[in-house]
């Protein structure tokens, strides 16, 4: 499937949703992978991955809010599920944070699962689209998120179209990296470019994760790091979430919905 038709069905669900001022979860699901994305009448709000939910959290975090990032880090003896969606909002309503800064997380993080449904959708086989799932549900963890969704779908498509134009469509930026013959990365690269890429080759990082710390862009790294994996010196891997169990921690708390689509407004009156 071409980039112009993953991405014109996912957006035309969306606006499907979207018409239909719908209040829960939409579950997508291609192959083995299903995100969840978290719509308040019709309007995306916040998403989830099975696959890396607590990394991309940390890594949006540490992006759009470095002291808490920084502050979490120096705690411990915090538990992960204890940093999560809601704990964000709490320190919204406390003065901690404002909602601009939980607005670009929950931002970020939906463009980045917007594109790996593109990605995943792409690498199915002919005729095996994206199944989507409603599940009708109020959202209990307020305050309401003034994300900017249509942004965050053209974002995840351009992302994605520029990914594809620098030939790595078959590579993920979730993937990290491996060295698969370390004899002849000793030999072909200086003694600073072998550190540099021993410090890549971790189970910690993805592409992503390297992109972030060390201040490029993802196309760019992976541009730098490509002619190691040609020459079979490196390889990419899939990598596992930073902890188990993590994907049911980072979401909205929700519960069934009875009766009618809450309005818009009366959610507002309430945060």
Known sequence: MSVRSTADDLNQKMQAYREERFTGVIKVSAQKEQWLLFSLVGRIVWSASRTHALRRWKRHVAICIPPLSEAISRRK?????????????????????????????????????LFDILQVAAWQQSGQGLTYECVPQEVTSLPFVMMNCDRARREARDQWSRWTRAGFGQYSPDWGLSI????????????????????????????????????????????????????????????????????????????????????????????
């Not at 196309?219 to 049911?248: C, N, W």
């Open 77 to 113: 003896n915090i538990a992960f599920d204890a940093w999560n969606y809601t704990a964000l909002t709490r320190l919204v309503k406390l003065g901690k944070i404002s909602q601009n800064q939980l607005s670009n997380v929950a931002e970020s993080i939906v463009t980045e699962d």
């Open 180 to 271: 698969q013959d370390f004899e002849s990365l000793r030999l072909r690269a200086s003694p600073q470019t072998l550190q540099t890429l021993k410090a890549c080759c971790n189970p910690r990082n993805t592409l992503r994760d390297l992109a972030v710390q060390s201040r490029q862009s993802v196309i760019f790294l992976t541009q730098s790091l490509l002619s190691y994996v040609s020459k079979q010196m490196l390889r990419f891997t899939e990598l596992p979430d930073l902890a188990s169990g993590a994907d049911h921690g980072f979401s909205p708390a929700l519960v069934p919905r009875q009766g009618q689509i809450l309005d818009l407004l009366t959610i507002k009156r309430q945060t």
